[in-house]
């Protein structure tokens, strides 16, 4: 049995202020200062009752208290943890997960609590104090020593905190369903294939919908990679994307529309390992044909695909 434990404490200060325009100019109708406390504890134990079965129990306790706020209220919840990961075969892998999360405070979602359960990401960019449920299967499968591919299957169920046009602080539900399946191969030493479908479904309350009562959406990313003795690497994916829903118009807050869209995008990048495998040189752009199209992204905020094309430079470092 392995054990994983700890605590954390974040304290969150905030200030808006809100403006209004008044014959052309600036005027602050109101001010709203934040002031939040979230504690948190976890506990983590990974147990092996046979060679091939890992089960994770646990849970985390989360603590969250806003300072004299009406626009959120104080909550002490507890977050069960549980999953499995079972090798029936030398090259079979079986997954499932089942677990409750609160989304934190943080600014930039840092934390020493372990991110992932049998597999499945824990902690996601939500509205803060997000309630949400995770339920995830996936079968993973070695067909060859170069062959490799599996299926994945993710639902979350979220009960997210808003207010409504008085005020009130609300709660609207969201149900999320994410199905993913792969397949790579490596036919050479110096050269990479894969291919993978991704089904996203958004399913939204009218209460509060971030843009979206309902969307479906489909990715069929390709991609190819090559890599050279020298160090010198390239990577080229093509995705296609499928998509349509309800929308939110722009012009036209809380009217929404029907919509669809489909395209491809078209990456590319070119690489150079350092000496002694010090780190990374990488040159590339993103959405390489400057492809126009209309696309709803479930998370605004960290956008998986560019509107335009993009060229960028990195340098990755890894030293001793």
Partial sequence: INLVTGAGRIRLKREDDVFIDFFGFPFIRDNLDLDVYHTN????????????????????????????????????????????????????????????VLKR?????????????????QFFDEVNATDYWVYGGAIDQKFTQSLYGGVE???????VPFLDDTGILENSNWDEYLVRAYLFWTPHQWLSLSVEYLYEELDRDEGYT???????????????????????????????????????????????????DN??????????????????????????????????DSDRDNPRIQPDRVFFGKITLSLP
């Avoid at 090798?87 to 409750?100: D, I, M, Q």
């Avoid at 405070?105 to 990401?121: H, M, R, S």
């Fill in 41 to 100: 504890l976890y506990l983590y134990s990974y147990i092996k009752p046979l060679e091939d079965l890992t089960l994770t129990v646990g849970g985390s306790g989360d603590f969250f208290n806003p300072d004299d706020d009406d626009r959120q209220k104080d909550r002490d919840q507890f977050n069960p943890k549980f999953g499995i990961i079972w090798n029936p075969f030398a090259h079979t892998t079986l997954r499932g997960a089942a677990f409750r």
């Fill in 105 to 121: 405070t943080l600014i930039t979602d840092q934390t020493v609590e372990p991110t992932q359960v049998a597999g499945f990401n």
């Fill in 153 to 159: 299957f993710t639902y979350r169920n979220l009960n």
């Fill in 210 to 260: 971030d843009g979206s009562e309902d969307a479906e959406t489909h990715w069929v990313p390709l991609g190819i990679n090559f890599f050279h003795p020298t160090g010198v690497s390239a990577s080229l994916k093509g995705t296609y994307v499928n998509q349509d829903g309800s929308f939110e118009r722009k012009d036209d807050v809380g009217v929404f529309s029907a919509g669809d």
């Fill in 263 to 296: 395209f491809w995008l078209v990456d590319a990048a070119l690489s150079y390992r350092l000496p002694k495998r010090y780190g990374l040189l990488t040159i590339g752009v993103s959405n390489l044909t400057d492809e126009d199209f209309e696309f709803f």
